[in-house]
């Protein structure tokens, strides 16, 4: 049977969706490896519907960030309370976010061939959930409470993918600059040090968390503009801002007390 790209959209969000519900009738050895099944499901599934546009280029890192959110999502399911209240909600939010990933997966790949009006959208999108996929990342990393030398090193493998992908949007050539590699491995590694501070520093999960994502949307973010040539000084001040005044508030909500 043959379906249009929208109906296929809304399929994949749909069976990715009911998935999740699925995993709480499981007992808790198969999860895991359920989280594992729907992660590859989801690239299944995103190859599946952008065959059209994916070749054996660039194309194909339009597959790591939903591969990731799924991944991040799954990580995450494991630290909602095992009510469904607390669970439905993520559900709703996951088949909205898997919708918007597939539209704009499908824009990314068309935009590799031929410039479309609707490119500017996609990358606002595209850029929101990469930092939402940051933040499911790096709660999961920071919740096991792992040695920093396992820690340190995960940070780094999770955000290369996401800056590798989110920098490369701002261009979609079909062949990836040797220079975006570099940018990515220098700012996943930039982060992977404010782990290692985070390690020492006595914050919660959550505001480690969010200062992570805030690293990842300042260095993303001047990665993104020095891509598409408008890193300018005050753009750069701009960003610096943001960090500064999350770092300050940051540091005055620390509890240093013993």
Do not use: H
């Not at 850029?127 to 999961?140: I, M, P």
């Not at 820690?151 to 062949?175: E, H, M, N, R």
């Amino acid at each position: 049977m043959f379906l249009s790209k929208r109906k296929k959209f809304v399929f994949i969000a749909v069976v990715l969706s009911v998935g999740f519900v699925g995993i709480n009738f499981l007992s808790d050895q198969y999860r895991f490896l359920a989280i594992g099944g729907l992660t590859a499901l989801t690239t299944i599934f995103f190859v599946w519907s952008l065959w059209e546009g994916l070749g054996r280029n660039a194309t194909l890192l339009t597959l790591i960030l939903p591969t990731l959110f799924t991944l991040g999502v799954g990580l995450f399911w494991f630290l909602l309370p095992a009510v469904v209240i607390a669970r439905l909600p993520v559900v709703f939010l996951y088949g909205m976010g898997i919708y918007a990933l597939c539209l704009t997966a499908n824009i990314y790949t068309v935009s590799a061939v031929r410039t479309i009006a609707l490119m500017r959208a996609a990358k606002g999108v595209g850029f929101v959930l990469t930092l939402l996929t940051g933040f499911l990342l790096y709660d999961a990393v920071l919740s096991i409470k792992s040695p920093i030398w396992i820690s340190v090193p995960i940070v780094f493998l999770a955000s290369f993918p996401l800056f590798l992908q989110g920098i490369w949007v701002s261009d979609l050539k079909q062949s990836i600059s040797q220079k975006i590699i570099i940018n990515s491995a220098i700012f996943s590694l930039g982060l992977a040090q404010i782990a290692s501070l985070l390690y020492f520093w006595p914050v919660t999960v959550v505001v480690g968390s969010l200062f992570l994502t805030v690293g990842m949307y300042i260095l993303l973010g001047l990665g993104q503009a020095q891509e598409e040539g408008r890193l300018f000084r005050q753009t750069v001040r701009e960003y610096i801002t943001v960090g500064l005044v999350v770092f300050i508030a940051m540091f005055l909500a620390t509890r240093w007390g013993g």
